[in-house]
C-alpha cells in the first residue's frame, strides 16, 4: 500500500494564481483531511470530509475549497494564491472508527511558496 | 478552548539516554484521545502512540511510552534508549469534540536533538 500521496512535493505560486494541491490514499478510510503547517508551529486543520460528497470547514478555511466526489481523492484548490498561504500543506486519513482513538496517517506534505 | 501546549522549544539527549518530553491539555471534556507524532527533517508525520483518556495503564509502543496523568492533565513522552535516528521534532496532540465535531488539534512540537 502507498499509503496517503500527496503532489507536487513542492510548488512556487504568484501572487493571484490558483492551484490544486493532490491527495489520494489507498487505505479505503472514510475520513480525509487537510491541514497547514507554518514555520516552528503545529498543524492547523483546514477542511475535512467524512465521505463521498461530505466536506466541512477546520480552522483556517478561508482561501481554500475541496471537494471529494470519491473514496481516494481529496483534492485542496487555492483560489488567488496570497503570501499568507506560503505553508506545508498535509493530507491525511482515517478509518473513522472509534472517536478518540481514529488515527489519522499523513501524506508526505506539498511545501507551497507564494511570491 | 481546548488547548495542547509543549514548553520545550528544544532539547538535548545523550545517545543510548532516556527521555521526557512534555505535553499538557486543556479540555473540559472527560473524554478525548492523546497521540504523538513524530516529524524528521525529511518532513512527514509519523504516527507514534496513541492514549485514550479512560485507559487505565499508560500506553507503549516498542522505545516510547506515554506517561499519562489525567488529574495534572499531562501526557508526556518518554522514548527509551535513544538513538541518533530520534533526532526529530515530536508533536502532541489531542482529539476531542470540537465545534460540533471529532477534531485533532496540536500542539507547537518540541524538536529534539540526540548527540553521538
Known amino acids: 500500500n502507498a499509503g496517503v500521496t500527496q503532489t507536487p512535493k513542492f510548488r512556487i505560486l504568484k501572487i493571484g494564481q490558483s492551484m490544486t494541491l493532490q491527495c489520494a490514499q489507498d487505505?479505503?478510510?472514510?475520513?480525509m483531511y487537510w491541514y497547514r503547517q507554518d514555520p516552528g508551529m503545529g498543524l492547523k486543520l483546514i477542511y475535512y470530509?467524512?465521505?463521498?460528497?461530505?466536506?466541512d470547514k477546520g480552522e483556517v478555511p478561508n482561501g481554500y475549497n475541496v471537494s471529494r466526489s470519491t473514496t481516494e481523492d481529496f483534492p485542496l484548490r487555492l483560489e488567488l494564491a496570497a503570501p499568507s498561504q506560503t505553508s506545508v500543506y498535509f493530507c491525511?486519513?482515517?478509518?473513522?472508527?472509534?472517536?478518540?482513538?481514529?488515527?489519522?496517517?499523513f501524506g508526505p506534505g506539498t511545501r507551497l511558496t507564494v511570491l | 478552548a481546548q488547548k495542547i501546549t509543549q514548553t520545550q522549544p528544544g532539547m538535548f539527549v545523550q545517545e543510548k539516554e532516556a527521555v521526557t518530553l512534555d505535553c499538557t491539555y486543556d479540555?473540559?471534556?472527560?473524554?478525548?484521545?492523546l497521540f504523538w507524532y513524530k516529524q524528521p527533517s525529511s518532513g512527514e508525520m509519523i504516527f507514534l502512540i496513541y492514549q485514550g483518556s479512560y485507559d487505565e495503564q499508560n500506553a507503549t509502543e516498542g522505545r516510547y511510552s506515554l506517561n499519562f496523568q489525567k488529574a495534572r492533565k499531562s501526557a508526556n513522552l518518554v522514548i527509551s534508549a535513544s538513538q541518533l535516528g530520534d533526532s526529530a521534532m515530536y508533536f502532541c496532540?489531542?482529539?476531542?469534540?470540537?465545534?460540533?465535531?471529532?477534531?485533532?488539534?496540536f500542539g507547537s512540537g518540541t524538536r529534539l536533538l540526540v548527540r553521538p
Open positions: 487505505m479505503n478510510h472514510n475520513y
Open positions: 491525511a486519513s482515517s478509518s473513522g472508527q472509534g472517536p478518540f482513538s481514529d488515527t489519522q496517517y
Open positions: 470530509s467524512v465521505g463521498a460528497g461530505i466536506t
Open positions: 496532540a489531542m482529539r476531542g469534540w470540537m465545534d460540533s465535531s471529532y477534531k485533532l488539534i
Open positions: 479540555t473540559s471534556d472527560q473524554s478525548y484521545g
